[in-house]
């Protein structure tokens, strides 16, 4: 075969590092916006309450004095942080998304690198992660297609993939080339971290340092060290002061019914990454014991078995199966064989990467909004949601408002409380009393259920009514009016 010109392979070989510094470019300017979907409120919430009080916070939704899994070792340093310099939380978050998205581009660099010493494996990797996703946009915190990640870089979810990356750089390292006592228990550490931040993703983190070990046929010298890192690990969640970390294991029936959408239609939200389970079997032809391999298995297990048995929530270990199939097929176009099969490796990722990238192109209206964008990407664009900033003026930190649920999801992100939490809140006991009261406001109607809604109001010593026209009362006052004829009423005593 005619060998390509050099500066032809030049170009080639940097194709990908300009394809994934363009990406964090356009991660950056997203950072900027910060586009507001998902949990965001709940974040910002948690950082309010532990800016007004890192000791005793409370729960960062509705005023009650509970723990929360959301006051982890990040969030309560940005509350420090809020705390210190004055800056709005959402600003805080921009902070920690620039933080999150530093960790997550490193450790994949040097994780990739204890895989393959090619230079564009890094880049390819990463790209991979971002694009090889499927024809169906998919969106969910800890996975890391580029429409999901722009709209949860902030989250400590993408912190801790970050850390977890980093966490199996290190871990791989100790047991190829040893390390001492200090660096183990180092890693014990990073990994009660990863945990104690975000709690699946923990999951994930340990499926892939279990292939590691797996993978690496640890010796007698480095056992005892492993379960030295494993139970300094074990002790500091014991010990972390917010919340029960070791409860959690009993709270999934709470969290099943919305993470059941995630085993549906995942052929398109997945499909791509076929192309990384033939890599993997190409690598496990070659080592049985490949630890991208072993990742695979038991994130793939770990996701059926979720779905066999009705625990859904199991279904966020699924990017403990795409990732090693994701990075498998990144490596495969730089390290398989003969130049031909890398060169039809290329082709075919090449080919997958721009499918994905067409499905996500509608993150470029983060940046540059709806107007900007040619049709064909603007019907892409999902618009952000618009947030409560326009109560601020009336509503201050502390006051608890009746909304539904989709704006008890933003409220609190401003220092207000909502009478229901707009997530599940695994640690509050009367989170259901409190979601039955507010269908029973809402239900109730104006006029003939005034006395039902009036207890309901005293019941939870509520200052602010946030809903529609129809819902005015002689004993609500409207002070404004917000986007989509949401209103704001006042009640008067």
Not at 6 to 28: C, Q
Not at 69 to 92: D, E, H, I, K, M
Not at 191 to 206: E, M, N, P, R, S
Request: with cysteine; proline share 6%; glycine share 12%.
């Amino acid at each position: 075969m005619r060998a390509a010109p050099p500066g032809a392979a030049r170009a080639g070989r940097a194709l990908p590092s300009v394809a994934a510094a363009l990406v964090l470019v356009l991660m950056l300017l997203v950072i900027v916006r910060l586009p507001w979907a998902g949990d965001l409120g709940m974040h910002a919430a948690t950082v309010q309450r532990l800016r007004h009080s890192l000791l005793h916070p409370g729960d960062p939704l509705v005023d009650a004095d509970t723990p929360s899994p959301y006051y982890s070792p990040w969030t309560l340093l940005l509350g420090c942080l809020a705390r210190v310099t004055g800056l709005s939380v959402f600003n805080v978050l921009r902070v920690g998304a620039l933080a999150g998205l530093g960790l997550l581009a490193t450790g994949v660099w040097r994780y990739v690198r204890t895989l393959s010493g090619h230079r564009a494996a890094p880049a390819l990797a990463f790209l991979s992660l971002v694009f090889l996703w499927g024809p169906l946009l998919f969106n969910w915190s800890g996975f890391l297609g580029l429409n999901s990640l722009a709209l949860t870089v902030s989250y400590p979810s993408a912190l801790a993939l970050g850390l977890s990356f980093h966490f199996w750089a290190w871990l791989t390292r100790a047991l190829r080339a040893g390390a001492g006592w200090g660096g183990w228990l180092g890693l014990g550490a990073l990994w009660a971290l990863i945990l104690l931040c975000h709690q699946f993703t923990g999951v994930v983190a340990c499926l892939g340092a279990l292939a590691t070990v797996i993978a690496a046929r640890p010796g007698r010298p480095e056992l005892p060290r492993l379960g030295a890192a494993a139970a300094l690990g074990l002790v500091l969640l014991w010990a972390w002061p917010y919340y029960d970390f070791f409860a959690l294991f009993s709270a999934g029936a709470d969290l099943e019914a919305i993470h059941r959408s995630l085993y549906g239609h995942l052929a398109g939200r997945f499909g791509l990454v076929l192309l990384g389970v033939v890599a993997l079997g190409a690598r496990w032809w070659r080592d049985r014991r490949d630890p991208l391999v072993l990742f695979f298995l038991l994130g793939a297990l770990m996701f059926a078995a979720g779905g066999l048995t009705g625990h859904y929530s199991w279904g966020r270990a699924l990017p403990a199966a795409l990732i090693p199939a994701q990075l498998a097929a990144a490596l495969e176009a730089v390290s398989a064989g003969r130049r031909a099969v890398r060169a039809g490796w290329a082709c075919a990722l090449g080919a997958a990467l721009l499918v994905g990238a067409w499905t996500q192109v509608g993150t470029l209206g983060y940046v540059a909004g709806r107007g900007a964008l040619p049709g064909a990407v603007a019907a892409k664009y999902r618009a952000p949601w618009a947030g409560y900033h326009w109560v601020t003026p009336w509503v201050r930190y502390g006051d608890v408002v009746m909304a539904r649920t989709m704006a008890s999801r933003q409220i609190p992100a401003y220092g207000a409380y909502t009478v229901a939490p707009g997530y599940p809140d695994v640690f509050l006991r009367d989170a259901g009393a409190r979601e039955a009261a507010e269908r029973r406001y809402f239900a109730a109607g104006p006029g003939a259920g005034a006395s039902v809604r009036r207890a309901v109001l005293r019941e939870y010593g509520v200052r602010w009514v946030v809903g529609v026209r129809g819902d005015a009362e002689p004993w609500l006052r409207r002070v404004a009016v917000g986007p989509g004829g949401q209103v704001l009423y006042k009640v008067l005593r």
